[in-house]
């Protein structure tokens, strides 16, 4: 009776422990788990500190663009007052209060003539259509940038397994070596040679535990979450192959890549600057009107005075002297749009230098990716075989852990290059103005368990 007591008891137990551990995955489940492609890029979208500092700036251009239009509308202001005077050496019949006034005026003053509005309109304008490209054109970043920090997730999760079974055979042959010295088969150099070898396989294996961790902690600084475990590649998927012209993305890319419309809108920016301020030399004109009333309630001195009157005129400026100010800005502005074109045509030159150098790199890792999958394939047929026969006593425990590790180096080897020809795919993408989420669903649908 009392052994089934315990054992109802250890029942229990284990129930409440099984309770309490599937409590703990559904909290903190949907904030550590299986790093997925689409879920990193939705999350950068969310907590990625540049990207609200752009948003914010397109608000500040709206806000610019606001201000700009709203100098053309009327100025309307309104001023009342009212006082009272006392004159304490005044004697005789009376009030010591001598006299009260309340006075309002109603000013109103409409622009008619400002030639640089215009000019500062379309600056303003040049400037928020800057804002909104800006903000397309880092979510795009951020679809390049989440699947680099992935994949290189993925790639030190597979070069930390092999550094695993790395050190795991350098343990093996020094346990070995160990042995052999303690019988007198092999030498202290021998033996010294496979104890350092061991050494350095541990070293080597926290390097690739510390570059999985920074790999982790590269992603949480993108998404402000944390990665227990990554999907991996199947090294045999079938990559769907593209090809590119160079001399066409070249072209293509000068006219609609987002870097090149962002240069090109501080070329016209600048352009509307000079613009503006040589207008500031041009003679304004204004439409003003005022509306005055007044009403004075005289104590002993004076008696009650109220008094209404409108004014309706024209203001014309001409500015004639300004000490040089105006010159400088309009110099300062040419300066700028010297400039402006100066960065446009240098960012061509690097924009078709990239494209040259990603073109090419694309062309290289295809073929390497054939080279890396008949490689794979043949470590695989050579691990077999070892295998089979480390059964029948042909190979020992060393060569099949041997022949696994090649394996797993190929096979690393050939999910990094498809994975650098993936990354090379998306920037290729981008500059011909083609690369969408889509592209980034298609990725995340090629990673398995």
């Known amino acids: 009776m009392l052994g089934q007591m315990r054992l109802m008891k250890q029942w229990v137990n284990m129930f409440k422990h099984t309770i309490f551990f599937m409590l703990v995955i559904m909290v903190f489940e949907p904030y550590a788990h299986a790093a997925d492609l689409v879920d990193i890029y939705n999350r950068s979208l969310l907590h990625n500190n540049d990207l609200k500092v752009i948003t914010n700036n397109h608000k500040i251009s709206k806000e610019i663009y606001n201000q700009t239009s709203s100098s053309i509308f009327p100025e309307v202001s309104i001023t009342a007052t009212t006082q009272e005077n006392y004159i304490n050496r005044y004697t005789g019949s009376g009030n010591v209060s001598d006299y009260t006034s309340d006075t309002a005026t109603v000013n109103i003053k409409q622009p008619i003539i400002r030639i640089y509005f215009f000019d500062e309109l379309n600056k303003a304008e040049s400037i928020l259509d800057k804002s909104e490209i800006s903000i397309e054109n880092y979510r795009r970043d951020l679809m ?5 920090l992935y994949f290189a997730l993925v790639n030190a999760q597979n070069r930390l397994n092999e550094a695993k079974i790395k050190n795991n055979i350098s343990l093996l042959r020094f346990n070995n070596a160990k042995n052999l010295f ?13 104890k350092n070898e061991y050494r ?5 294996y926290q390097i690739s ?12 600084l993108l998404t402000g979450k944390d990665i227990l475990e990554v999907n991996n590649l199947n090294p045999m998927i079938d990559i769907p192959l593209s ?3 160079k001399d066409l993305l070249i072209n293509k890319a000068m006219n609609s890549f987002d870097s090149i419309k962002l240069a090109m809108l501080d070329v016209s920016i600048s352009q509307d600057e000079i613009k503006s301020n040589k207008s500031q030399h041009y003679p304004t004109l204004d439409f003003t009107a005022t509306y005055d009333y007044s009403d004075i309630t005289g104590g002993s001195r004076l008696g009650q005075q109220t008094r209404e009157s409108n004014t309706i005129g024209l203001t014309l400026n001409i500015p004639i002297y300004q000490g040089g100010y105006q010159s400088s800005k309009v110099n300062e502005a040419r300066y700028k749009y010297e400039n402006s074109k100066l960065a446009l045509d240098q960012l061509r030159r690097n924009i078709k230098k990239d494209i040259i150098n990603n073109v090419n790199t694309h062309n290289i890792l295809k073929n390497l990716m054939i080279a890396n999958k008949e490689n794979y394939l043949s470590k695989n047929e050579d691990y077999k075989t070892i295998k089979n026969g480390q059964y029948s006593g042909i190979y020992t425990d060393v060569e099949l852990s041997e022949a696994e590790y090649d394996l797993n ?12 020809y993936l990354i090379v795919d998306l920037k290729l993408k981008n500059y011909s103005s083609e690369l969408n989420i889509k592209n980034i669903k298609q990725l995340n649908d090629m990673f398995i368990w």
């Open 243 to 245: 090809f590119y012209d």
């Open 182 to 194: 303690s019988n007198g088969f092999i030498t202290d150099v021998e033996f010294n040679k496979y």
């Open 200 to 204: 350095i396989s541990n070293v080597d």
């Open 144 to 148: 390049i940038k989440s699947t680099e």
């Open 209 to 220: 535990d510390n570059n999985l961790v920074l790999a982790k902690q590269d992603i949480y």
């Open 409 to 420: 180096v190929a096979r690393n080897d050939l999910i990094e290059t498809t994975l650098n």
